[in-house]
């Protein structure tokens, strides 16, 4: 008979922690909240809204803290200015401090025009998404078919819009309120104040215009703690900043008047200064340059790529094709000149490169721009036999003959 075993005859070994491990659990970093911000989904950099939500989708979700866009204004800048009282209302609507800096208009003037915030969200995009998907069920019941192979073609979406809302909406006919416009704390430089102080230096190759901007905006930056240096217990907030019609000539520049300036290097200088200045610090500044008036082609490219990101207005007034047809429905065309290269290596470019932009009652859009077949061939014809016609009589002196307009070869 086999004797029973006892199993308290050999003890448990206790086991002893092991710590030789070189591997760390991966905690979160704790992100900066600020009111109006958030990280951006591509790149984690902190995002601020441009006050227009087509224009966010279209740089990447918004812009990042840190870094300036360049708006190349339009021929008569209307809309060009339109989009920075955009900027800037949104940064009075998060509660952000703004700095105007202007040689033309006084800051205060500025801010007075500014679009009033639509509260009740009456341009949201899921109710114009809604009316639309509407008006296309409507016109799909009574649709003229051209060919059985279209049918099963998606439509084309010329909206530009993200499923996650950022930014407010703004009723351009109407302007903001006194009691919400001094909510928010600005800052103003106004030239003509400080012309006095204003000295051409010729060791310098930057304007003195141009450095009395940098040394104000570096002594708010530093006073409000903007750089970092204020303490953790003060609540952090972001600084925005506008600076209209850089380059022209209220600024002292000559950029604009010659083939040759003699301060070629004054505008480049400048935004290499204020690029230096944002990069460390709780900014984000967006300038408008009247780039139709600036003679030399590199130059403004040089402009263009000491910004992070670029964008140019090309309006339809004043040009023929404001009376084309084909263009009612729009009020200019937008160029995607530079996009932002942040923590990444290969930035996301947008997806169509044909862009459109018109300016409602409640709202400035931008859209892919999506022009109708041209079926008027015969109109089209005629059309350039009258043309024809009217620069043979022209050039007749006098002469009755005005040609066969309706002769088509």
Not at 60 to 68: C, I, K, P, R
């Amino acid at each position: 008979m086999a004797a029973p075993t006892n199993s308290r005859t050999n003890p448990p070994v206790e086991r002893l922690p092991c710590n030789t491990t070189s591997f760390q659990k991966k905690t979160r970093s704790k992100l900066i909240s600020i009111p109006g911000t958030r990280p951006s989904v591509q790149n984690g950099q902190l995002i601020v809204s441009t006050g227009v939500t087509s224009l966010d989708y279209l740089i990447g979700g918004g812009l990042a803290v840190g870094t300036v866009l360049l708006i190349e204004e339009d021929r008569y800048d209307s809309y060009s200015r339109m989009l920075l009282k955009y900027f800037l209302a949104e940064g009075v609507v998060c509660g952000h401090e703004l700095f105007v800096a202007s040689a033309q208009d006084h800051p205060d003037d500025i801010l007075q025009e500014l679009p009033a915030p639509i509260l009740d969200d009456l341009a949201s995009p899921k109710q114009v998404e809604g009316m639309a998907s509407r008006q296309g069920d409507q016109d799909s019941s009574d649709l003229l078919k051209i060919a059985w192979r279209y049918q099963n073609l998606p439509k084309v979406q010329t909206a530009l819009a993200s499923s996650s809302r950022f930014g407010h909406y703004y009723d351009v006919s109407k302007t903001m309120e006194p009691e919400v416009r001094q909510t928010a704390k600005c800052h103003s430089f106004y030239l003509p104040e400080h012309s006095a102080q204003a000295r051409s230096n010729d060791k310098s190759p930057m304007l003195e215009s141009y450095l009395a901007v940098l040394r104000s905006l570096q002594e708010t930056i530093h006073k409000d703690g903007y750089d970092g240096a204020s303490p953790q217990s003060k609540t952090r907030n972001i600084l925005r900043i506008g600076l209209p019609s850089l380059g022209s000539a209220l600024w002292g520049d000559d950029i604009c008047c010659h083939d040759n300036p003699q301060h070629r290097h004054a505008l480049t200088t400048f935004l290499y200064g204020l690029r230096s200045l944002l990069r460390s610090s709780l900014c984000v500044a967006v300038a408008t340059v009247p780039s139709h008036l600036i003679q030399s082609r590199a130059l403004m490219g040089r402009v263009t790529r000491l910004c992070d990101t670029a964008v140019a207005l090309e309006s339809f007034r004043g040009s023929e094709r404001e009376t084309n047809p084909l263009y009612k429905d729009y009020h200019g065309l937008l160029h995607v000149r530079q996009v932002p290269h942040l923590n990444c290596l290969v930035s996301k470019l947008p997806d169509h490169k044909d862009l459109a932009f018109k300016l409602k009652r409640k709202q400035f859009t931008i859209e892919r721009l999506h022009l109708p077949p041209d079926l008027s061939e015969t109109v089209s014809r005629v059309s350039r036999g009258e043309l024809a016609g009217a620069a043979m009589a022209g050039s007749a002196c006098g002469s009755a003959t005005s040609g066969n307009k309706h002769l088509d070869f």
